[in-house]
């Protein structure tokens, strides 16, 4: 028997609305900066088919899984563990709070790289990011993140935008953000990846992306970095998907709605990568530059690309805009449960959650010039919360569903909480969830720890 819906619970209007904004939570920063450079990293090609075949064994599966506990529980990321299946003995509602301190802490240093994002995009604007780098290589990355004024000023400007929408509600803030600016999104992704494509020697970009070097198929790290970013893409284990999997009604088929949700996440990342890898292989670069591809390496290329000023505004305030949608997501998730645990107003606790993770995420902001002396570990502050949340956090999120729902619920219940009552699917997903996706989720933390 279903669990009773919280009281005075939202819902979506309206399953496209839904799949808009949850795609939208998936799109994001490591759609365009963190899949370019992690590809150029390892391989291209090769690492494209693994990532591939990582979002559709790994990362369908878990969604769909995510999403069934958040429609059945109707609460929030702590009562997805704890309404699925009363039965089930009280410590796995930690779980739940596991992957809502997941959602603050990425927020927080997510805030920080969107702020990046926005001031690039300010700068094409103005005309200031092109005249700096046109003076010198990275320039302008230096000049910005080094002062105290800009990063947090960018940092808190993303993190007002986002707490307003959530302010709004999910059909009123969320849905109604997403159902403009994701399309919008995918039209200048598109643009950009046709602008790309036609530049002279844009062919060996195109190549790099979609031709494999099977010879690449023999190293370990390219498994590993592919795993890592279905991750970090789609962005299972930070309960961003039974947050709004509990607004959703009944009505909705889960299968469906997850494959479209995998499927926009993916082709909006390759899309993003065939944008930058036909315009670094036509200038002559490295693709294999590594974090700094998209504000270092990039702004070069527009300098010399014929309308490179426009395509590079363009892509920065794709950059900014995407990283929004993902924000919103992710402010979300604690903001339900503030709602539920403090009985809090929604405008109440998205202000005060807000407030939390600005301040939270001011070390982070620091990082690069206040604070730059400071280590933690072999990292400086940003990276070393970045490693913590995306290669212990995320993964013992995502463990802890596959468990649940795979072993802790019986497994009829599971298969009709994700609308894969007898059918062959629902005896691979379930399967799925029990070995290969445990496995694999354990070979990132082994391989973290080693690191």
């Known amino acids: 028997m279903a669990a009773p819906a919280m009281t005075g619970q939202e819902q979506w209007r309206s399953r496209t609305g839904f799949i808009l904004a949850t795609v939208g939570s998936a799109v994001g920063i490591g759609n365009i900066w963190r899949f370019a450079y992690v590809a150029g990293e390892n391989g291209g090609g090769v690492f494209l088919i693994v990532y591939l075949l990582f979002v559709v064994l790994i990362g369908l599966p878990l969604v769909i899984a995510e999403l069934s506990l958040g429609r059945r529980a109707q609460g929030d990321a702590v009562s997805a563990f704890t ?44 005309g200031e990011l092109w005249t700096v780098a046109a003076a010198g290589y990275g320039g302008y990355f230096r000049e910005f993140i080094a002062g105290p004024v800009w990063p947090v000023l960018c940092q808190a400007t993303m993190l007002a935008v986002t707490t307003a929408v959530v302010v709004g509600g999910v059909q009123g803030g969320i849905e109604r953000l997403n159902r403009w600016l994701m399309p919008a999104l995918a039209a200048i992704v598109l643009g950009l990846a046709l602008h790309a494509v036609t530049l002279p020697g844009a062919e060996a970009g195109v190549r790099f992306l979609l031709a494999p070097d099977w010879q690449a198929l023999g190293r370990p790290e390219v498994y590993a970095a592919a795993l890592g970013q279905a991750f970090f ?68 290329i527009f300098l010399a690309m014929p309308g490179g000023r426009i395509v590079g505004t363009l892509f920065f305030l794709l950059l900014a805009a995407a990283a929004l949608t993902s924000m919103i997501s992710l402010l979300e998730v604690p903001v339900a449960v503030a709602m539920r645990r403090l009985r809090l107003r929604r405008r109440t606790a998205a202000l005060a959650v807000g407030a939390l993770v600005f301040t939270l995420g001011l070390p982070s902001a620091l990082s ?30 995502g463990l802890a569903i596959a468990l649940f729902v ?28 029990r070995l ?16």
């Open 368 to 397: 690069f010039g206040w604070l730059a002396e400071v280590r933690i570990g072999r990292h400086g502050i940003l990276d070393a919360i970045d490693a913590f949340a995306s290669t212990l956090l995320l993964p013992l999120g």
């Open 233 to 300: 893409s789609i962005g299972v284990g930070c309960a961003v998907f039974a947050t709004y999997g509990s607004y959703l009604p009944r009505s909705v088929a889960l299968p469906a709605s997850a494959t479209a949700i995998v499927l926009g996440d993916t082709l909006f990342a390759v899309l993003a990568g065939l944008a930058i890898f036909p315009a670094v292989f036509a200038f002559g670069l490295d693709p294999r530059a590594g974090p700094e591809l998209a504000f270092i390496t990039l702004p070069q």
């Open 406 to 433: 795979g072993w802790r619920i019986e497994k009829g219940l599971a298969l009709r909480e994700a609308d894969l009552a007898q059918t062959r699917i629902g005896t691979l997903w379930v399967w799925l969830l």
């Open 83 to 126: 309404l699925s299946d009363p039965a089930v003995p009280g410590s796995w509602p930690v779980a739940g709070w596991i992957a809502v301190a997941g959602a603050v802490i990425i927020l927080s240093y997510y805030a920080v790289i969107a702020g990046w994002a926005l001031g690039y995009a300010a700068g094409a604007v103005t």
């Open 436 to 451: 290969p996706v445990p496995l694999a989720i354990a070979a990132i933390l082994i391989r973290s720890a080693a690191g």
